[in-house]
């Protein structure tokens, strides 16, 4: 599975304000806490990989807590990469589980966000603790065919809400926090 993804600098309240007059969906409110750790025997940063667990905390609902392995990007124009993730019942044993291992949390994102979806994709508007309001517009494609149109796609989202794509971030969320 690859995960197609743009990702821009925005104001979240003028973004709103479009995806209400676009009648988007709402998918809801989370906030999740990332946890990224690095690993002993490759350099996680070199190698444009990564390896984290997410806690989420819906407004509505129950936690979650998932793995994700997030591969390194495949094209030099998105955020696209291969990206493998699974719930686990217990954060805290997973945590223990990869520091007996040898991994090392290397540094926690808090984020809050706010879900919709739009012409096939999901729109998220991020308030990210110490690096700022960003918009995602994401799918997932089953191979590599179909990954220059699901970007395509994801570029007329973005411009749809008064964003340009030249515009995007390919830098992720932790990379933000360890410049900042």
Do not use: W
């Not at 905390?57 to 998932?66: M, Q, S, Y």
Request: charged share 35%.
């Amino acid at each position: 599975m690859y995960e197609v993804e743009v990702k821009v600098s925005a104001d979240l309240k003028a973004v709103c304000d479009r995806l209400a007059a676009l009648e988007a969906r709402s998918l809801g409110r989370v906030v999740q806490i990332d946890t990224y750790y690095d690993a002993p025997h490759r350099e996680f940063p070199e190698t444009d990989e990564a390896l984290r667990i997410r806690e989420e905390r819906p407004a509505d609902g129950a936690d979650e807590t998932r793995i994700t392995y997030k591969g390194p990007l495949v094209d030099d124009e998105s955020k696209t990469r291969q990206e493998i993730e699974t719930a686990v019942r217990d954060g805290e044993k997973f945590d223990s589980i990869l520091t007996n291992l040898g991994f090392e949390p290397a540094a926690t994102v808090r984020k809050e966000r706010d879900r919709y979806s739009l012409e096939g994709y999901t729109v998220t508007l991020d308030a990210v603790d110490d690096v700022g309001e960003y918009v995602e517009v994401e799918t997932e494609v089953a191979d590599e065919a179909a990954l220059e149109s699901a970007r395509d796609g994801a570029y007329d989202v973005l411009e749809s809400l008064g964003l340009d794509p030249d515009d995007q971030i390919r830098t992720s969320y932790l990379g933000l926090l360890l410049a900042s």
